[in-house]
Every structure is written in C-alpha cells, then in structure tokens.
C-alpha cells in the first residue's frame, strides 16, 4: 500500500520558516518525480515545487528564493524548506509522488501565516 504522510505544518509569524517533510513508503521512491502544491481557500491547487527523479528541481515564482525542495531517497523522504513566509502562503500544502500513468498524494498539511 502506498502511503505518502506530510509533516511540518503550523502556525508562524510572517517572516519565519517552517519545514515540511513527506514520508514515502510503498514505492521505489528513488524513481519518481516528488512534488508539493498547495491549495488555499477557495482557490485552485497549484504547483509549489518539483524535484525529478535525476534531481532537477522547479519552482513557482511565488516561491523562487525563498522555498527549497528536497529529497532523500535513502530515507524515503521529501522536504520543503520555506522561509521569509508571507500571509499569502497559508493554504494547505499536499505532497505528490508521480511516475509516468501513477501519482500519489499525501493527506496535507496546514500551513498558516499570520501575525
């Protein structure tokens, strides 16, 4: 069965940093491509971050420069370092795994950013 479990999420001042982490199990992790989106209230899901299987990573604008994607492939895991947070990054951040036809998403996690 597969299992991908976000962790990380809180509650943070505008300007702090958080780091989120996506626990894998169930799959060859090591060949997917891992990515985080998000999704605020109201507004569509949307791409954050991706890290391919080779280790080339994109990024939203949003988030260019102040979000770092991660893997670790020994331990099964993805991260998502955030920092300089603003107000409008609170949203829900989910974690996919996806290779060719599959993809896999975590459950969320709530990342909210208020003074």
């Known amino acids: 069965q597969v299992q991908l479990v976000e962790s990380g999420g809180g509650l943070v001042q505008p300007g702090g940093s958080l780091r989120l982490s996506c626990a894998a199990s169930g799959i060859s992790f090591n060949i997917y491509e891992m990515g985080w989106y998000r999704q605020a209230p109201g507004k569509q899901r949307e791409l954050v971050a991706r890290?391919?299987?080779?280790?080339?990573?994109n990024y939203a604008d949003s988030v260019k420069g102040r979000f770092v994607i991660s893997r670790d492939n020994a331990r099964t895991t993805g991260y998502l370092q955030m920092n300089s947070l603003k107000v409008e990054d609170t949203a829900v951040y989910y974690c996919k795994a996806s290779r060719l036809v599959w993809s896999y998403w975590g459950q969320g996690t709530q990342v909210t950013v208020s003074s």
């Open positions: 890290v391919t299987s080779a280790g080339t990573v």
